[in-house]
């Protein structure tokens, strides 16, 4: 398993959003819009200070089918979609869906809040809220 080559990831980074771009042309008829947010504005990792991740949101807006990107190698984190409860408590049983393979995309097509978590580090506050807004 060699998954932290880092050309390996940055090639794997630029598959992912090159794909989600094409699948999101192919689903909007008319106008082009949305956005692309790197979540946490870097790798998604262990935050250096404990409220980074909700600062960083705070200053996003999220619009109705706009795409996280979570970058991260295969093996080092997950992105976990929790229930509120669950992300409250970083209750790693609780996960809709689970990602393992870093980087991964996350395009969020309902309006209201999603909850991410890393069920490696939740505790240390690697956990996400999203608050999508109708576009
Ligand atoms: C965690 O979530 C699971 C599944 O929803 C639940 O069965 C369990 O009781 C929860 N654990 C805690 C400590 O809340």
């Known amino acids: 398993m060699k998954a ?9 980074l630029n598959l992912v959003v090159v794909t989600a ?25 262990v935050p250096s200070k404990p409220n980074h991740y909700e600062t960083w949101a705070k200053g996003e807006k999220f619009t109705k089918d706009d795409i996280l990107v979570f970058d991260f190698c295969t093996g080092m984190h997950t992105v976990a979609e929790v229930p509120k409860v669950a992300y409250d408590t970083c209750n790693t049983t ?13 395009t969020v097509s309902n309006v209201g809040m999603y909850f991410f978590i890393c069920t490696k580090h939740c505790q240390s506050g690697q956990k996400v809220a999203i608050d999508v807004k109708p576009s």
């Open 4 to 12: 932290n080559n880092p050309s390996t990831k940055i090639m794997r």
């Open 94 to 106: 609780a996960a809709k869906t689970i990602e393992t393979l870093g980087p991964t995309t996350v």
């Open 21 to 45: 771009i094409a699948m999101a042309y192919a689903q909007i008829p008319a106008t082009l819009s949305f956005y692309i947010h790197l979540v946490g504005g870097k790798a998604w990792d």
